[in-house]
DNA sequence: TATTACTACACAAACGTTTGTGTAGCTGAT
DNA sequence: ATCAGCTACACAAACGTTTGTGTAGTAATA
């Protein structure tokens, strides 16, 4: 900057304010800057724009890991969307550790991030380490996991409706005994997913049976025992709704080593629409979970958060709707080829 | 630092040397000032530390993308290392895009980073973009893909090796018409795999057939596409490896679609790894790419020339040895079984 | 004519650290 | 007695921006 000063005669006031666009400098000195700056190359060092302004460009995420679809697509959205609005992004995993989420905050905070947007570790159930986010005045949004008592702002998918699409769906094809394999409890979205659930089998008249419902970490591995336990009722079941796609993974192996058809005996419907459920024989129905709109939507609430930064705080969330991916393990024109 | 130099009777130059340790500092004063600093929860501005020292303790890294397994994988190694080495990492994708690449650079180095780890794009040909890098003394390492002539610090897959391993393998299973899923020739890794599956043809006596490779981008329409191609030829092939898992799943899928068994008439190797090799029917037999190890490797090798600033430039180059996973798709057993 | 308002710029302080240089007292070797 | 080499600390200048305040000159309004 000294050298576009000097350079152009004017003070590094003037070359600041020109390139910041700012209103009491001349239209042609602007324009004369800007060339000069374009010509000699000029890298402004946002370090230094952060440390006077107290707030830099960055953006901190944090999430419980970065593998499988979810998460990785959500941050390709929330990149998507920060560098559209010259924010880069950087990224921390809490591992599903409340621990290090509290060191990855402390970090983020350090490193003077403009906002921090968080998907909360499986086993968190205090939140005072947001305070001080709060308190610094950096805008904080929730996504996905959000936490289920404070008042935050944050950006979620509506789950229950997604769980009640797939359910009654599965009551669509005929299904009547549907077995719900369910994610721990005190994860928001777990919960609606089951709430969805009950609320389809009510709409149906049904009443639901404690016994059909499998609460696990919703690994593949316990897909699996969750399967074979609901095999092991005296009265059969003709469907399951799992909470997760690793889960009805995993039942849809026990399934098939043991010769029952799915859809025709049993039907399947998983939640996250992963990959692998296009790859799998048959491919498994599952819930769209809108992971880069997700992104994009908590960018989006950031941006307005911290573009008043003093207003009295006021909740805001954004409930997006998920869809329904109907493929075969719960289609209809299998079930009636099965001739059930 | 001000309300500690205060409160202790001391200069803000001694809280600075205390809190880094610095020699001239005696051991009683050090624990003073550190014991406020906890008491009165100082938290250091990294900011205005990399300002005054022109770098920061983030660490920048570019991948093409973060989807699938491989860079999620990769980048979790790199966060462990990374933050086990008191840096945090700010990743950025360049979508197989130069220009992207380009202005992920610049975004980096204006942040002040540390380092840089760089996955070329799959376009990129040119590099002069990373010269900037290396002039303002910013430590650069390449993983994966990188530049084929450049003098530059590297870690890399012995992609060579585990190509050569898994076409062996198929050999071994009594294979003799193998046809290879070529990857852009361009890329280092395509052409090692390529190398090495050239090679385990050679250990065999057997003389190349150019029509039975075929090149592409690998993903799994391609992988489809050539296995048409490969099926239309007058004499029949008994396997395919390809260069990529994407691209012989697709290559699965349309030999299911014919009804062509698998092992039993074509056997199939992948490389990656991926999450969904075990997943198909059959399991594809893939090589592993040591993805994790690939990270911590690289940011090893970011320590190591940020411990040394100005000595001369030393190419240094790391290759790790590739692990062949044997699954259902080239098996023996299942391969006699099928009676050839 | 006086007041206000706007344009166009410069001065200099601030942001929170780090670090080269300076100083003073002390120890041990020459 | 002198010098070198240590310890232990303070002063003040940097790092590269932003921004409140000040100062002119010009135009519009009262």
Same mark, same amino acid.
């Given at each position: 900057?000294?050298?576009?000063?000097?350079?152009?005669?004017?003070?590094?006031?003037?070359?600041?304010?020109?390139l910041?666009?700012h209103?009491?400098?001349?239209?042609?000195?602007?324009?004369?800057?800007?060339?000069?700056?374009?010509?000699?190359n000029?890298q402004p060092?946002?370090?230094?724009a952060?440390?006077?302004?107290?707030?830099?460009?960055?953006?901190?995420?944090?999430?419980?890991?970065?593998?499988?679809k979810?998460?990785?697509?959500?941050?390709?959205g929330?990149?998507q969307?920060?560098?559209?609005?010259g924010?880069?992004?950087?990224?921390?995993?809490s591992?599903?550790?409340?621990?290090?989420e509290?060191?990855?905050?402390?970090?983020?905070?350090?490193?003077?991030?403009?906002?921090?947007?968080?998907?909360?570790?499986?086993?968190t159930?205090?939140?005072?380490h947001?305070?001080?986010?709060?308190s610094?005045?950096?805008?904080?949004v929730?996504?996905d996991?959000i936490?289920?008592?404070?008042?935050?702002?944050?950006?979620?998918?509506?789950?229950?409706?997604g769980?009640?699409?797939?359910t009654?769906?599965?009551?669509?094809?005929?299904?009547?005994?549907i077995a719900?394999?369910a994610g721990?409890?005190h994860?928001?979205?777990?919960?609606?997913?089951?709430?969805?659930y009950?609320?389809?089998?009510?709409?149906?008249?049904?009443?639901p049976?404690?016994?059909?419902?499998?609460t696990?970490?919703?690994?593949?591995?316990? !897909?699996a025992? /969750?399967? #074979?336990?609901l @095999?092991? *009722?005296?009265?059969?079941i $003709? +469907?399951? %709704?799992?909470?997760?796609?690793?889960?009805?993974?995993g039942?849809l192996?026990v399934?098939?080593?043991?010769?029952?058809r799915?859809p025709?005996?049993?039907?399947?419907?998983?939640?996250?629409?992963?990959?692998?459920?296009?790859?799998?024989?048959?491919?498994?129905?599952?819930?769209?979970?809108?992971?880069?709109?997700m !992104?994009?939507a /908590?960018? #989006?609430?950031? @941006?307005? *958060?911290?573009?008043a930064? $003093? +207003?009295? %705080?006021?909740?805001?969330?954004v409930?997006?709707?998920p869809?329904?991916?109907v493929?075969?393990?719960?289609?209809?024109?299998?079930?009636?080829?099965?001739?059930?």
């Amino acid at each position: 900057m000294a050298d576009l000063a000097r350079e152009l005669g004017v003070s590094m006031t003037t070359i600041s304010r020109a390139l910041s666009d700012h209103h009491s400098i001349g239209a042609a000195t602007k324009q004369r800057v800007l060339k000069l700056a374009k010509k000699l190359n000029y890298q402004p060092n946002h370090l230094a724009a952060a440390l006077r302004k107290g707030q830099s460009r960055l953006l901190g995420v944090v999430v419980p890991y970065i593998e499988g679809k979810f998460f990785p697509s959500v941050i390709q959205g929330i990149e998507q969307a920060a560098s559209k609005a010259g924010f880069s992004v950087i990224v921390c995993q809490s591992h599903e550790d409340v621990q290090l989420e509290r060191r990855n905050v402390e970090t983020l905070l350090n490193a003077q991030v403009a906002g921090v947007l968080v998907s909360l570790a499986r086993n968190t159930q205090d939140f005072y380490h947001f305070d001080k986010v709060r308190s610094r005045g950096v805008p904080l949004v929730f996504f996905d996991r959000i936490p289920p008592t404070e008042q935050v702002n944050s950006v979620v998918l509506n789950d229950r409706e997604g769980a009640l699409q797939a359910t009654r769906h599965l009551l669509e094809q005929g299904c009547r005994r549907i077995a719900h394999l369910a994610g721990p409890a005190h994860l928001n979205i777990y919960q609606h997913r089951r709430q969805g659930y009950l609320d389809a089998l009510a709409a149906y008249g049904i009443a639901p049976d404690e016994s059909l419902i499998i609460t696990s970490d919703m690994t593949t591995d316990d !897909g699996a025992r /969750a399967m #074979r336990q609901l @095999l092991a *009722l005296p009265e059969p079941i $003709d +469907a399951v %709704f799992a909470a997760g796609d690793s889960a009805i993974l995993g039942a849809l192996q026990v399934l098939k080593g043991q010769g029952i058809r799915v859809p025709q005996d049993i039907a399947l419907a998983g939640f996250s629409n992963e990959g692998f459920t296009a790859i799998t024989e048959p491919q498994l129905t599952s819930v769209d979970q809108r992971c880069e709109e997700m !992104g994009e939507a /908590a960018v #989006r609430l950031f @941006l307005e *958060l911290s573009a008043a930064p $003093d +207003a009295p %705080f006021v909740q805001r969330q954004v409930v997006l709707q998920p869809e329904l991916f109907v493929r075969e393990s719960s289609r209809q024109g299998v079930l009636s080829l099965g001739g059930r």
